[in-house]
């Protein structure tokens, strides 16, 4: 069974970082586009970032310039560096992939979430 483990959340200040990464393991054939959602208390889902299986990237407006997504193919793992965090990015953050799995059927699948808390 595919999985998708978030790693990386935490508490952290106002401008400060964090590095999220999120791999993906099982019977994986290929792996389409990935993304980055997040869900704060109260808020629906919302995207962050996604990245495209060739390395195209597009970005939520509110993280413009502080976020940076990436992946390395090789280690089916997603990468979500974020700088100049704020109070506002306070939410779990959730990891998304398209996965060709052993069914031979493209699939949807998600991580289980990480929390990051930004707050002095």
């Known amino acids: 069974q595919v999985q998708l483990v978030e790693s990386g959340g935490g508490l952290v200040q106002p401008g400060g970082s964090l590095r999220l990464s999120c791999a993906a393991s099982?019977?994986?054939?290929?792996?389409?586009?990935m993304g980055w959602y997040r869900q704060a208390p109260g808020k629906q889902r919302e995207l962050v970032a996604a990245?495209?299986?060739?390395?195209?990237?597009n970005y939520a407006d509110s993280v413009k310039g502080r976020f940076t997504i990436s992946r390395d193919n090789a280690k089916n793992t997603m990468y979500l560096q974020m700088n100049s965090l704020e109070p506002e990015d306070t939410a779990v953050y959730y990891c998304?992939?398209?996965?060709?799995?052993?069914?031979?059927?493209?699939?949807?699948?998600w991580g289980q979430g990480t929390q990051v808390t930004v707050s002095s």
């Open positions: 998304n992939a398209r996965i060709l799995d052993r069914k031979v059927v493209w699939n949807d699948y």
């Open positions: 099982g019977i994986i054939f290929s792996i389409n586009a």
């Open positions: 990245i495209s299986s060739g390395g195209n990237s």
